[in-house]
């Protein structure tokens, strides 16, 4: 069965830098497009950026642009997802999705790993 | 970007209700609309995707309709799983954003 699983919480403080793994299984992992989403308590949720396991390329929403590198490894088909010069503002759950194709250039998150809790605090 | 408004933010219904939560987008996005349901301290989990087709495995209760800028997701008789927060996203044009989110509660 698919399965997305993530790494553990991270306690981290602002200026660091914090690196998230997504480790997949079930599926061929280069097939499907891998994507960030976060969460902030209480809040909604907010997409970070897609990542192309074949490739590599990817592409970020605007306000992570220069903060935010999304990688892979496909020798243990696993995604990763860094963001540096963390602030207060970037506590949240880290979520990671897998991006199912569907009628044409749609897209849908059919699977989500369990999130991860960073942390970021003096 | 694209901007998404859910509405209501929150409602308050009974088991056996029937319920209707809205999406507007902020420009038209065809039918590059799903909805989501997430529980507290849960993944997010897709019901519908490309505005109207059932995620396997969703029960039939849930159902989409809409295009262009507005869309809808529908509840027709609330079981008590369905207690929880609805969330639209578009994924027409990067990046790909959610509706601010709708809670149901139990009334």
């Known amino acids: 069965q698919v399965q997305l699983v993530q790494s553990g919480a991270e306690m981290k403080k602002p200026g660091a830098s914090v690196k998230v793994s997504c480790k997949t299984s079930?599926?061929?992992?280069?097939?499907?497009?891998i994507n960030w989403v976060r969460q902030a308590a209480g809040q909604g949720l907010e997409w970070m950026g897609w990542?192309?396991?074949?490739?590599?390329?990817?592409d970020f929403a605007q306000k992570f642009l220069g903060r935010v590198t999304m990688t892979r490894d496909t020798s243990i088909n696993t995604a990763y997802l860094e963001l540096s010069s963390l602030r207060s503002e970037d506590a949240a759950v880290y979520f990671c999705?897998?991006?199912?194709?569907?009628?044409?250039?749609?897209?849908?998150?059919?699977?989500w790993g369990q999130g991860t809790l960073v942390a970021v605090s003096s | 970007d694209i901007q998404m408004t859910q509405s209501p933010s929150s409602l308050s219904a009974s088991v056996g209700d029937r319920v209707t939560i809205t999406c507007r987008a902020s420009?038209?996005?065809?039918?590059?609309l799903n909805w989501y349901q997430q529980k507290p301290r849960e993944a997010p989990k897709v019901l519908i995707y490309?505005?109207?087709s059932l995620q396997s495995g969703v029960p039939s209760r849930f159902s989409g309709t809409g295009s262009g800028t507005e869309f809808s997701l529908t509840i027709s008789s609330l079981q008590p799983e369905d207690f929880a927060t609805y969330y639209c996203?578009?994924?027409?044009?990067?990046?790909?954003?959610f509706g601010q989110g709708t809670k149901v509660e139990i009334k």
């Open positions: 990542m192309d396991p074949k490739s590599g390329n990817a």
């Open positions: 079930g599926y061929t992992f280069t097939t499907f497009d």
């Open positions: 999705a897998r991006a199912l194709p569907a009628q044409g250039a749609n897209h849908y998150f059919d699977y």
């Open positions: 996203q578009q994924t027409y044009s990067t990046p790909w954003t």
């Open positions: 420009q038209r996005i065809s039918t590059y």
């Open positions: 490309a505005a109207s």
